[in-house]
């Protein structure tokens, strides 16, 4: 089992929210992102823990392969770690936008698409999340939406509450809105484009880039799907939040030993702790952990056990 190095990334619209709930001491202002396990080229993560301590997360795939990613896995992906682990911390507003799939991605020379999920960790009074549109848009007005802000009124917000989860095909526009605090599994990809950004500034007195023509291509203009994802809480039981080609996602809220069988995944898995504190025992290794720690397990792991201190709630994620 494998912790990293939190990746911060300082951006215009960052809170403080991120390393108290880690438990880190920094003196690093704005963190919009933590990268907890990142196999993005420039940002990969570095172990943290365990005499492997020190490799770039690239390396530890190397070194270990099929037994780390899994058999299927390994063959699609190779040395690239396939999902990009996130905590997000919105001070204000994240801009409007949109990720393509895989297909347009490969046509403009990027390894991968992004298909998203975001888990709320916390929320402010009057948070919310847009979501897709809230009706159908004419490709021809888009133009038109982009340049007077009228985007806004045609995106399906949700407000939020701690728990809400969504998932976030590729082609949908959408965005964070100021007050949300939530984790997010994506694929590793690191193509955002911008519809509109609210006309605000950077540090250098400049509106930031937007990505008008690249976003139009991506946008699936008649997708009104945006809802929240509906599930029923069942303490000690795994319970499904989304199954995708991408990644498949579940809700651990335990307050007792818990057995994970992953004898027949063939994949890696990733726990984040969302809440409390807990022991993770896979084979002859224990990890102890709590709120705002992201832990690999390799694929080799027949199974982990998890004997939480209290309450404790995870996020568990791999690829069927």
Not at 64 to 76: C, I, P, V
Not at 79 to 108: G, M, N, T, W, Y
């Amino acid at each position: 089992m494998w912790t990293f190095k939190p990746i911060f990334k300082t951006t215009i619209w960052g809170g403080e929210r991120i390393a108290p709930f880690k438990g880190i001491e920094t003196e690093q202002k704005n963190i919009g992102e933590s990268w907890e396990i990142s196999g993005v080229e420039g940002d990969e993560s570095i172990v943290a823990n365990s005499h492997d301590a020190g490799k770039t997360i690239t390396q530890l795939i190397d070194k270990y392969g099929t037994s780390l990613l899994g058999e299927r896995n390994y063959k699609k992906y190779g040395d690239r770690f396939p999902l990009l682990i996130k905590f997000i911390d919105a001070r204000e507003d994240l801009s409007v936008q949109v990720h393509p799939d895989d297909k347009l991605a490969h046509e403009r020379g990027k390894k991968s698409g992004k298909s998203e999920m975001w888990y709320v960790l916390g929320a402010e009074p009057g948070a919310r999340l847009a979501n897709g549109f809230n009706r159908q848009v004419e490709p021809g007005d888009y133009r038109r939406l982009v340049e007077t802000g009228e985007i806004m009124d045609v995106l399906n917000f949700n407000d939020i509450h701690p728990g809400d989860t969504f998932f976030i095909p590729a082609g949908r526009v959408h965005a964070i809105g100021k007050g949300a605090f939530v984790a997010e599994i994506q694929q590793t990809s690191d193509v955002t484009y911008r519809l509109y950004d609210y006309k605000r500034k950077d540090k250098d007195g400049k509106e930031r880039e937007l990505h008008t023509d690249l976003a139009f291509d991506a946008i699936n203009f008649n997708d009104t799907e945006g809802r929240s994802v509906a599930y029923t809480p069942h303490p000690d039981i795994p319970v499904n939040l989304v199954t995708s080609p991408f990644f498949t996602t579940n809700l651990l809220q335990i307050d007792e030993k818990v057995l994970r069988d992953y004898s027949e995944f063939d994949t890696f898995v990733v726990i984040i702790a969302a809440e409390g504190e807990a022991s993770l025992v896979c084979g002859n290794e224990t990890l102890e952990i709590r709120r705002g720690t992201s832990v690999l397990i390799p694929a080799s792991a027949k199974g982990l056990s998890i004997v939480p201190k209290g309450k404790f709630t995870a996020i568990e994620t791999y690829i069927k």
